[in-house]
């Protein structure tokens, strides 16, 4: 069982950036693909990002690609998100999620492991 625990979510204005970070009770967080997902107020779940085993690869949806990097360490049993440039439409509940898949997905059915969510308010 993995319990995931997110933080760095809060406001701040358009152009700006913050840092989420997840970190996971699990001591084989190394064997799972890591994603963050968001989903804004009356829409549905969307991808962000997810990054494999060892973070060599990662992959993003188009709306963040170029502006927010997924990170992980291994050894501390932290995934990141660096969002910079943030914009009004990057507003939502950002969740990370953890995969038993022996490579990246960007389905959130194939997580079976959810944070509870961290608020990011991005201010026009």
């Known amino acids: 069982q993995v319990q995931l625990v997110e933080s760095g979510g809060g406001l701040v204005q358009a152009g700006g950036s913050l840092r989420l970070s997840c970190t996971a009770s699990?001591?084989?967080?190394?064997?799972?693909?890591m994603g963050w997902f968001r989903q804004a107020p009356g829409k549905e779940r969307d991808f962000v990002a997810a990054?494999?085993?060892?973070?060599?690869?990662?992959y993003y949806g188009d709306s963040v690609k170029g502006r927010f990097t997924i990170s992980r360490d291994n050894a501390k049993n932290t995934l990141y998100l660096q969002m910079n440039r943030l914009k009004p439409e990057d507003t939502a509940v950002y969740y990370c999620?953890?995969?038993?898949?022996?490579?990246?997905?960007?389905?959130?059915?194939?997580?079976?492991?959810w944070g509870q969510g961290t608020q990011v308010t991005v201010s026009s």
């Open positions: 699990e001591r084989t967080f190394s064997k799972y693909v």
């Open positions: 990054i494999s085993w060892a973070g060599a690869r990662t």
């Open positions: 999620a953890a995969a038993q898949k022996p490579a990246i997905t960007l389905t959130d059915s194939d997580y079976g492991y």
